[in-house]
């Protein structure tokens, strides 16, 4: 579900392509080949939004906690509709 939401949203981004190509997994070439794309794929996106904390790591889960609170408020103040349950967001 987290691959087609964040494929949905690219849209017509250049990189939108080859994130599709390669969570179809339309690929011809060797596992080193489709570990290179992956990597060359992560660095252009870093080009776009910058180093995003890697959660899942215990040096990078309260910073990517406070990344994530920042795109919230970001996104509350242009008024985009928040991308966090309900449940999580709800004040009182």
């Known amino acids: 579900m987290r691959a087609s939401w964040a494929l949905g ?11 599709r190509a390669l969570i ?5 070439g060797s596992p080193a080949e489709i570990v290179e794309r ?16 890697d959660p899942l790591t215990p040096e990078g889960y309260f910073p990517s906690l406070a990344t994530a609170r920042e795109w919230l ?11 966090l349950p309900l449940e999580w967001t709800r004040k009182g």
């Open 9 to 19: 949203h690219l849209g017509d981004h250049p990189l939108a392509a080859e994130c």
């Open 24 to 28: 179809r997994g339309d690929h011809a």
């Open 38 to 53: 992956c990597e060359r794929l992560v660095e252009a996106v870093r080009g776009h939004v910058g180093q995003v904390p």
């Open 73 to 83: 408020t970001l996104a509350e103040t242009v008024g985009a509709e928040g991308f």
